[in-house]
C-alpha cells in the first residue's frame, strides 16, 4: 500500500468492554490509542451492549461494596454475605470440571474488584443487582445468593456508554464501521492491522502501531465455524449478540503463528425465547430475551419429558450449559413450565414484556394440547413430579433448599408443586452468547505461538483469550476478564 503512514502507539480491535478495558489502561498510560470498532456508532459495543452487565467480583460483604455502587434505600435491608476469591476460584474450577486455565483463573479472581474500582474511578457506574440475584422476603428484605451481586447501571447499554464517554475524556480516537482484516508483520513482529471503512478513498488503509491488542469476541456469529468447532447442530442456534463476532481477527492471528487456546469446541449458551420475531441481535431487548427464573419450575421437551435437573444450582451456576442441553432435544425447543403460585416470581424483565412467546392454559393436559406436544405423557410427567415432592421442607429461593423432586432426573432444590391454575409454558431454544476457546495468551493477554513464546507486538484480552472457560462458566465473570485481562494488555502494549 502507497498512502501515508498512519501511527499510533496501540490498536485496539474491538469496542466491547474489553477492548475498552485496554484502552484506558494504554491511555492512562500516556499511549496514543485507537480504537477499531466494526459496528457503526449506533451497532457498536460488542456483546458487552447485550448484556445484562452483571460482573462477579470477590467482595467481603455489603460494606466492601458501598464505596462503588449507586446508592439505593434497599441496600440498609439488603444481605449481602461475603465471597471470597477463594470462593470465586473454588466456583470456577467447579463449573469448568478443572478445566479452567491456572494462572488465568488465579489472576481473575484476585484482580476483578480492582478492576472494577479502577473503572469505577474512571467513570462507570455500578450499583447492586436486586432484581436478578435476590429475592425479597416476608419482612422486607433481601438476601443475595449466588456470588454475583455488582453489576452496571443500565446493564450492557449503560456499561458502553459509560466506556464510551471515559474514552473521549482520554483522548481516544475510535474508528466506527472499522472492518479489521489483516495483520501487518514486519520482522516477525505484529506492527499494524489493515482495515477497510467505507470512508477512505479505496475502502482500505493501514494502521501502524507499536502493539495490536485484539479483543474483537470470539466465532459464535459464524455459523459455519459453529458447526466445525462445536458440533452438528449449532449452525440453528440464536445468535444473542452482536452479528459481528465471525471470528476473522482470531483467523488472523493464527494465520502469523498465534496458538489456539482453551476449548474451541464448547460455548456458553443459555434458554433463548424460541419464537419472539426479531430473537436474533435485537439491540432493544438485548439481555431480555434469556429466561432465566427456570429454577422454579420444571422444563419439558416435545415428548413431554423433564431432561435436566432445573435445580441443580443456582442460575449463576447451570444457566450457561443449558442451552446447548435444549439444542439437542426434539426440533432444538423445550418448555418452561409454571403455575400462577409461581408465576410472580418471575423475573419481570424477562417474563413480562410486550410480545413473549407465553402459552397459558386452565389444565395441565390443555396446556400440552395447546403447546402440540405429548399431552398425555406431559400430564403424566407434571403428576410424577408433584408427588415426589416433600412439601414439609420449607421452599426458599434464596438458600439452596433441598426441597427436591426425587424423579428422574432429580430437581435437587426449590421443586414446588404445579397445582395452581391457570398454568404457563414458555417455549425456549438456545441462544448462543460466546465461544470459550479463542487465542493462546499469558497472563498479561501477550499471544503465544505453538512453541509458547509471546509473538511480539500482539495481545488478546476477551472472549478472544481461550482459556478460561470450558463447557460452562460462573455467570458475571466473563465482564470481570475483560476488563482484569483488558487492563493487563493495555497496561503492557
Not at 81 to 101: F, I, Q, W
Not at 134 to 151: I, K, N
Not at 203 to 231: C, H, M, Q, T
Not at 365 to 386: H, K, M, P, S
Request: proline fraction near 5%; aromatic fraction near 10%; charge should be negative.
Amino acid at each position: 500500500m502507497d498512502e501515508p503512514r498512519t501511527d499510533y502507539d496501540v490498536i485496539v480491535i474491538g469496542g466491547g468492554n474489553a477492548g475498552f478495558s485496554a484502552a484506558h489502561a494504554a491511555a492512562e498510560r500516556g499511549r496514543s490509542v485507537v480504537l477499531v470498532e466494526r459496528g457503526t456508532a449506533d451497532l457498536a459495543g460488542g456483546n458487552s451492549y447485550y448484556t445484562a452487565g452483571a460482573t462477579r467480583i470477590g467482595h467481603a460483604g455489603l460494606d466492601d461494596l458501598i464505596a462503588f455502587v449507586e446508592p439505593d434505600e434497599r441496600h440498609r435491608r439488603a444481605e449481602v454475605p461475603p465471597y471470597s476469591p477463594a470462593e470465586y476460584l473454588a466456583d470456577l474450577e467447579r463449573v469448568t470440571e478443572g478445566r479452567t486455565h491456572p494462572q488465568l483463573a488465579r489472576v481473575l479472581v484476585n484482580e476483578a474488584q480492582d478492576a472494577v474500582r479502577w473503572l469505577h474511578s474512571l467513570g462507570l457506574r455500578y450499583r447492586l443487582m436486586y432484581e436478578r440475584q435476590a429475592y425479597e422476603r416476608p419482612d422486607g428484605s433481601y438476601l443475595f445468593w449466588g456470588g454475583l451481586h455488582v453489576g452496571n447501571v443500565n446493564g450492557g447499554e449503560g456499561l458502553i456508554a459509560d466506556h464510551t464517554r471515559v474514552s473521549q475524556q482520554f483522548g481516544t480516537e475510535i474508528r466506527y464501521d472499522t472492518r479489521a482484516t489483516k495483520l501487518v508483520v514486519e520482522d516477525g513482529r505484529v506492527v499494524g492491522v489493515d482495515v477497510e471503512n467505507p470512508d477512505d478513498a479505496d475502502g482500505k488503509s493501514r494502521l501502524y502501531a507499536d502493539s495490536v491488542i485484539i479483543a474483537a469476541g470470539g466465532f459464535e456469529s459464524n455459523p459455519e465455524w459453529r458447526e466445525k468447532y462445536l458440533g452438528p447442530g449449532w449452525r440453528n442456534a440464536k445468535v444473542r449478540g452482536t452479528p459481528y463476532n465471525t471470528g476473522e481477527m482470531l483467523a488472523a492471528a493464527l494465520s502469523v503463528g498465534a496458538a489456539m487456546g482453551g476449548d474451541w469446541s464448547t460455548a456458553h449458551s443459555v434458554q433463548w425465547d424460541a419464537f419472539t420475531p426479531n430473537n436474533e441481535s435485537n439491540r432493544e431487548l438485548t439481555n431480555r430475551l434469556t429466561r432465566q427464573s427456570y429454577p422454579l419450575g420444571i422444563i419439558v421437551n416435545r415428548e413431554g419429558r423433564r431432561f435436566l435437573d432445573e435445580g441443580a444450582d443456582f442460575r449463576n451456576y447451570t444457566y450457561a450449559k443449558y442451552g446447548e442441553k435444549i439444542l439437542k432435544q426434539p426440533g432444538s425447543v423445550a418448555y418452561q413450565i409454571f403455575d400462577a403460585t409461581l408465576r410472580p416470581m418471575l423475573r419481570k424483565e424477562e417474563y413480562d414484556m410486550p410480545g413473549i412467546s407465553e402459552v397459558t392454559a386452565d389444565s395441565i393436559e390443555d396446556l400440552g394440547r395447546t403447546l402440540d406436544i405429548d399431552a398425555e405423557q406431559f400430564a403424566a410427567t407434571v403428576a410424577e413430579y408433584n408427588a415426589s415432592i416433600d412439601t414439609s421442607i420449607p421452599f426458599d429461593p434464596n438458600v439452596k433448599d433441598s426441597r427436591s423432586a426425587r424423579v428422574q432426573p432429580p430437581k435437587t432444590h426449590w421443586a414446588t408443586p404445579l397445582e395452581a391454575p391457570p398454568f404457563y409454558a414458555y417455549p425456549v431454544t438456545c441462544g448462543i452468547t460466546f465461544t470459550f476457546g479463542g487465542l493462546d495468551g499469558d497472563v498479561d493477554g501477550r499471544v503465544l505461538n505453538e512453541s509458547g513464546e509471546p509473538i511480539p507486538g500482539l495481545f488478546a484480552c476477551g472472549e478472544a483469550l481461550g482459556g478460561l472457560f470450558s463447557g460452562n462458566y460462573p455467570g458475571g465473570s466473563g465482564l470481570a476478564a475483560g476488563m482484569v485481562f483488558g487492563r493487563r494488555a493495555g497496561g503492557l502494549a
